[in-house]
C-alpha cells in the first residue's frame, strides 16, 4: 500500500467543520483512500472512503484532489464525541495480497466546547 | 448479533500462562481479521481468514501465536506462554469479502500479563 502523511494532532472548536488533511503522493491509479476514526479506548470505525470523486455520506465529506496526491476529511459541524484519532488508509480496490488495511499514527482531533 | 463481538473483553493472566481469545464476526461476513495495538501505538496485522482459503498469517509475532476460524463462524486468537510484551489489546474485525475495505472492528480484548 501506499504510505500516507497526516499531521499527528488537530483541534477544532465544537460546531465548527474540521478539515483533516492527508497526503498520498505515491497513490496508484487503482488505489482507493479511506478514512477511519478510533475513540479512546473503541475498536476503528470506518467513516467513508473514495477513489477519485469526492464523496459524502451522514458522517462526513471526503475531498480527493484531481491528481488523488492528497485528500481532506471533513466533519460538517464536529462535536465533542467526535474527538479521535483519524486514519487515513490507501488500499487496493481487488485484495489479492494487499487486502490488508495498515494502519499509520493517524491524527488526534481534538474538539473544544 | 448486529456487530462483531469479542470475548473477553479483559483478561489478566500470568507469564508463562496461555490464552484464547474469541472473535464473533458479523453474520455472513467471509471475511476476518485480527489485530494487535499495544499502548500508544497503531495497529497492527496478526492474520486474516477468507472463506475456505488458507489464512495469512503474515503477521503473527512468532510461534507462540495461532489462530483458527471454523468456516466463516468463530474464531479463536491463542497465545502460548504469554510474555509481558503480549500485553495488548486484541482487535478483531469482519468484512463482507475480500474487496471492501469496510471492515467492522469489534471492541477489542485487553489483555495483560503480570
Known amino acids: 500500500d501506499a504510505k500516507t502523511t497526516q499531521p499527528t494532532s488537530m483541534d477544532c472548536a465544537e460546531g465548527r467543520a474540521a478539515n483533516l488533511p492527508c497526503n498520498h503522493s505515491?497513490?496508484?491509479?487503482?488505489?482507493?483512500v479511506y478514512w477511519y476514526r478510533q475513540i479512546h479506548s473503541q475498536g476503528p470505525q470506518y467513516i467513508i472512503h473514495?477513489?477519485?470523486n469526492n464523496e459524502t455520506n451522514e458522517m462526513a465529506s471526503l475531498i480527493i484532489t484531481e491528481d488523488r496526491k492528497s485528500s481532506t476529511l471533513i466533519l460538517p459541524h464536529a462535536t465533542l464525541r467526535d474527538t479521535a484519532v483519524y486514519y487515513c488508509?490507501?488500499?487496493?480496490?481487488?485484495?489479492?495480497?494487499?487486502?490488508?488495511?495498515?494502519f499509520g499514527k493517524g491524527t488526534l482531533l481534538t474538539v473544544n466546547p | 448479533g448486529a456487530g462483531v463481538s469479542q470475548s473477553p473483553s479483559n483478561k489478566v493472566t500470568e507469564k508463562g500462562k496461555d490464552v484464547e481469545l474469541r472473535c464473533d464476526p458479523i453474520s455472513g461476513h467471509t471475511a476476518l481479521y485480527w489485530y494487535r495495538q499495544r499502548l500508544g501505538q497503531g495497529l497492527e496485522f496478526l492474520i486474516y481468514?477468507?472463506?475456505?482459503?488458507?489464512?495469512?498469517k503474515s503477521g503473527l509475532p512468532s510461534d507462540r501465536f495461532s489462530a483458527e476460524r471454523t468456516g466463516e463462524s468463530v474464531s479463536t486468537l491463542t497465545i502460548q506462554r504469554t510474555q509481558q510484551e503480549d500485553s495488548a489489546v486484541y482487535l478483531c474485525a469482519s468484512s463482507s469479502g475480500p474487496y471492501t475495505g469496510e471492515l467492522f472492528f469489534g471492541e477489542g480484548s485487553r489483555l495483560t500479563v503480570l
Open positions: 481468514f477468507q472463506g475456505n482459503s488458507a489464512p495469512d
Open positions: 488508509i490507501v488500499r487496493l480496490y481487488s485484495g489479492g495480497s494487499n487486502y490488508k488495511l495498515t
Open positions: 505515491t497513490i496508484s491509479g487503482n488505489e482507493y
Open positions: 473514495g477513489l477519485k
